[in-house]
């Protein structure tokens, strides 16, 4: 039993054990979020003259990058998922030959964490709005920090500021809302009857 605010009663059971189509599903999402990933590294690069004059305002289309982690957090509600779905996206996206090689599963590592620790931070009873966009956020701000490690550390420090806050506002928008969006669209469709997101609270 839920309330209508979309957590769950005090002193009620949460399971946490992941079931078979805990997996399954988890794994679809990320499995397509691979192939979006590696589609998204050849726009990144068609798009890269296009911001030339100004590189970091690029990353504002980073969010997508960022998004099974937080969708699958949203769908499963279960430890773990945001980490796993991001992750396996990753290294679906390497399979397919992405131009950064494997790195990319390290990045999904790091990710996937970001996305987790919102949903950690209130123990996983919380599925709103506002903690979706905070999670799409946190991942940002792991991915850009990696990236200014990794890719830009001789930028300006203007130019790395500017690329932290616009990476995270993508990921804020396009993984949080985005995300959060797309399970309201689905629990309406009633395939995500076997989770508590396809009920009547469905990250509300």
Known sequence: MRTEDGLAPAGAARPRRWRTVDVVVASVIAVAGGVVFWAWDQLWYVTDVAFAGFPPAHAVIYGVWLAPGVLGALVIRKPGAAIYTELVASVVEALLGSSWGLSVVVYGVFQGLGAEIAFLALAYRVWR????????????????????????????????????????????????????????????????????????????
Do not use: N, Q
């Open 129 to 204: 709005l506002p903690v979706s966009v905070v999670s799409g956020a946190v991942a940002g701000l792991a991915a850009a920090s990696m990236d200014l490690v990794y890719y830009y550390g001789e930028w300006r420090p203007d130019w790395k500021l500017a690329y932290v806050v616009v990476v995270m506002a993508s990921s804020a928008v396009l993984a949080g809302i985005g995300s959060w969006a797309l399970v309201r669209a689905l629990a309406r469709t009633g395939v995500l009857a076997p989770f508590a997101s396809g009920r009547r609270d469905p990250v509300v």
